[in-house]
């Protein structure tokens, strides 16, 4: 399985260090445990921040970075080990783990923060937090703050100021390094052969949680541990609810289904949809709305490289989508006038994508002074034009009612365009077609 390997761990940290203020600190939590229900936990996921720093896999903890700080400039409180809970839960790293295995320069059990960490902060001009993400670790910080403060009078040293780690460490996340794209790669090459499984196991009959069976046990055969997201099986009139997450419908012959769906691998997303005919075969007016939806895909393809900004590709999309539904006669009107009044919407009412990486909506802005932002060479974003036509429609004739396409992909901004992380899913119409006709030879 791929990893992030340790080494990368140790430079994020000295590039974080290097933009931070002299005499400063900064200070990040682990992501709590989440209950599902009673004594019952969701499966540990770690928050990305977090885990993009350290790597640690475990919750109560709390990273602390120090730039020039003689004992070292990473400081981790984690759980300490305890035989009965580790037989119980699992193992744990310990304060030895924590230094051995995870780089920390010095390690503290976290039942000891309270003791530990007020004097660390003293004395520092400039905390930075992940203020606002967290409000019970907020609190916690202004206890050890005013723990300082009690001691003014003695000579201690409060900071002065307080700023949010997120600018710093989001603009960090949204370029990402080889290994990142390495690790992104094998998350959409698992996900690719998710969809290609559940694409030869669909017919009519089945619910849309079979094809969903189908996408998790391929996520874990490959290794992955979890989706990124709540997959969506959506297939005929659900295709046009876009966060459809019932997933419990029929398929029915001559319907379509969409699924958008996608695992993580250590901690990063894939983020792959694909539409096509429950039956195997594209109707003449699915074929149409499909080859549409591609024909815009391709051409956000095209707008993005270096120097592009951000809207670019999005801009595409919304020119080809709306020609095509002037020349489908699903809108009427000169075609810059219906961009100009947005009346694509109707059809078309979401972006054409979104930053990608360990979060499946990725941290960064979108916008740098009030300006689309610029592309440049690692950023990771998808690409998933749309076309959905309410099955309550009466301005549309019948027969294209109910159809909801959506094509994504994800890519990365390389020196002379963009590398498809996701093209092993077929994608044409031919291709899905002969696929799913392979599939039913050999089952029959």
Not at 75 to 96: P, T
Not at 270 to 291: C, F, H, L, M
Not at 418 to 424: F, G, M, P, Q, V
Request: aromatic residues 8%; glycine residues 8%.
């Amino acid at each position: 399985m791929i990893h992030i390997p340790k080494p990368e761990y140790s430079r994020r940290r000295k590039a974080l260090m290097a933009q931070m203020e002299p005499n400063s600190i900064a200070i990040l939590p682990a992501a709590a445990v989440a209950i599902r229900n009673r004594d019952v936990e969701h499966v540990y996921r770690q928050d990305s921040d977090f885990q993009y720093l350290s790597g640690f896999p475990e919750p109560q903890a709390v990273l602390v970075l120090m730039p020039g700080r003689a004992h070292g400039e990473y400081i981790l409180f984690c759980r300490e080990r305890n035989a009965e809970r580790e037989l119980w839960d699992g193992l744990r790293a310990g304060q030895e783990g924590a230094i051995r295995d995870f780089g920390a320069d010095d390690a503290f059990p976290i039942t000891d923060i309270d003791d530990i960490l007020p004097g660390l902060i003293e004395g520092r001009d400039r905390v930075y937090s992940a203020m606002g993400s967290n409000p019970e670790f907020d609190r916690h910080l202004m206890d050890w703050i005013n723990v300082i403060r009690s001691k003014a009078h003695l000579g201690a040293q409060p900071p002065n100021e307080y700023v949010a780690l997120d600018h710093l460490l989001h603009d960090m996340r949204l370029y990402k390094s080889a290994a990142e794209v390495k690790v992104m790669r094998e998350a959409a090459r698992i996900s690719a052969r998710a969809h290609i499984r559940a694409m030869q196991a669909s017919r009519a009959g089945l619910h849309e949680f079979s094809l969903e069976a189908e996408l998790d046990y391929e996520f874990r055969k490959g290794g992955a541990k979890m989706p990124a997201y709540g997959s969506i099986v959506a297939a005929g009139r659900n295709s046009c609810i876009l966060h459809y997450q019932q997933n419990d419908a029929v398929l029915k012959d001559g319907d379509l289904v969409l699924i958008d769906a996608g695992c993580e691998i250590d901690c990063y997303a894939s983020d792959i949809t694909r539409t096509w005919p429950v039956n195997g075969k594209y109707s003449p007016e699915q074929k149409a709305i499909y080859e549409l939806v591609l024909a815009s895909q391709e051409a956000a393809f095209a707008e993005i490289a270096p120097n592009k900004h951000w809207n670019q590709a999005h801009e595409a999309t919304v020119k080809v989508i709306t020609a095509g539904l002037v020349k489908l006669g699903l809108l009427q009107g000169d075609v810059d006038e219906l961009i100009a009044s947005e009346a694509y919407k109707a059809f078309y009412m979401h972006r054409a994508g979104h930053w990608l990486g360990m979060d499946v909506h990725d941290v960064g802005e979108y916008k740098v002074g009030g300006e689309w932002r610029v592309l440049e060479v690692g950023m990771a974003l998808t690409v998933e034009p749309g076309i959905y036509i309410s099955p309550d429609n009466q301005s549309v004739a019948k027969k294209w009612r109910g159809i909801g396409v959506r094509i994504e992909d994800d890519v990365v901004v390389t020196k002379t365009g963009c590398e498809i992380l996701t093209r092993d899913v077929p994608k044409t119409v031919a291709e899905i077609e002969a696929l799913m006709a392979q599939a039913r030879t050999q089952a029959a």
